[in-house]
């Protein structure tokens, strides 16, 4: 399993050299081009948030300068409005698929507060219901006794009137109950990858679970999981064919957590996350490294906004691996493992990291 820590070979400049490699750039008295060249060549390149062609962009930019040796302001303030372009316009971008985000997450609190908001008014109207033909019932009877009615009629009328109420509760108590399951279904999982547990269940099932291991001393392991260059994805197919690679992700993801009897959660945005009882961190590692060769090799079929199927999508997942320890809560498992998920994500992407091993 791809799962050590990847070692750093590339050796550090001394200040010799880098005196020397200024000065041969013409740039060694100005700091504000030293600052620039150095921000777009060690620190943009790390950068997710600002797409790889605008990343390319400004280095040919700065080429051109030094190649050129034409150090001037103008250029200096030329490349800067370039890098200001470069954030501003990522910063739009997040702020309007936050935006989204908050409406669909207001969408669907609203249409669960309806939805409970309905079954209850539909329950109450159901209890009234039979409280009046109970109340019915009861007048009927004693009328019938009060103007000596034949005994043999009223006991008939009195089962007859019983089976059918009953009957009829059972019926509505069924439906109640399906209905009851539905609105707990819609609570519990997240509204748009329907075959994971939402963020709200995960935070109070790590809890409880993190308390019970720690009394019973038993092993508890967590995998956290995200989806590689997924900003790409959005930004070359839209976020419609993002949110349906998560969907196809999701389902994968339940089933690696259903062998291990797990339990797979969207913990936010394209990061997803398996919790697994009684596992340890080897043995979760094991499991992790098997989902990341399925996801590696599965051919996602984007379907285009006319219905038409687009060119296959080769999409990959970094994992991080982490269980839980004695002087540990949850939230430090969480951590731990997000931790090895960052790792993970600096060492080359696409594969699954263990926390013991950072």
Not at 17 to 46: K, Y
Not at 124 to 139: A, H
Request: glycine share 6%.
């Amino acid at each position: 399993m791809e799962a050590n820590k990847k070692k750093n070979s590339t050796k550090s400049i001394t200040p010799d050299e880098l005196n020397s490699t200024l000065c041969r750039l013409g740039v060694e008295h100005r700091p504000e081009w030293i600052a620039v060249i150095f921000f777009i060549r060690n620190l943009m390149s790390r950068m997710n948030s600002i797409e790889l062609e605008k990343k390319y962009q400004l280095q040919r930019e700065v080429l051109q300068v030094i190649e050129k040796k034409e150090f001037t302001g103008e250029n200096l303030d030329r490349i800067i409005r370039s890098m200001e372009e470069a954030f501003t316009c990522n910063l739009q971008d997040n702020l309007g698929l936050m935006e989204q985000k908050l409406a669909n997450e207001q969408k669907f609190t609203n249409t669960l507060l309806s939805q409970i908001q309905l079954l209850t008014d539909e329950f109450r109207k159901s209890v009234n219901r039979q409280s009046t033909d109970l109340e019915d019932f009861g007048e009927q009877t004693v009328s019938d006794i009060e103007n000596n009615k034949d005994p043999g009629e009223i006991i008939g009328y009195i089962r007859g009137t019983i089976k059918e109420i009953v009957t009829q509760a059972r019926k509505e108590a069924d439906s109640w109950e399906n209905k009851a399951r539905t609105l707990e279904h819609y609570a519990r999982y997240d509204h748009l990858l329907g075959s994971l547990y939402n963020r709200s269940w995960f935070d109070e099932k790590i809890y409880s679970l993190t308390e019970q291991a720690l009394e019973n001393n038993a092993r508890l392991a967590l995998l956290m999981i995200d989806v590689d260059h997924f900003k790409s994805i959005n930004d070359s197919w839209g976020h419609q064919v993002g949110d349906d690679v998560l969907k196809a992700l999701a389902k994968i993801i339940k089933e690696h957590a259903e062998v291990g009897s797990g339990y797979p959660c969207r913990y936010g945005g394209e990061e997803l996350c398996i919790i697994f009882k009684d596992t340890d961190e080897q043995l979760a590692g094991v499991q992790a490294e098997e989902l990341r060769r399925e996801v590696q090799g599965y051919n996602f079929i984007p379907r285009k906004k006319d219905g038409s199927l687009g060119d296959s999508i080769n999409f990959t997942v970094s994992i991080g691996v982490a269980e839980l320890q004695k002087d540990w809560d949850a939230g430090m498992l969480i951590g731990a493992a997000d931790k090895a998920l960052y790792h993970a994500k600096e060492s080359g992407r696409n594969r699954a990291i263990l926390f013991s091993e950072l």
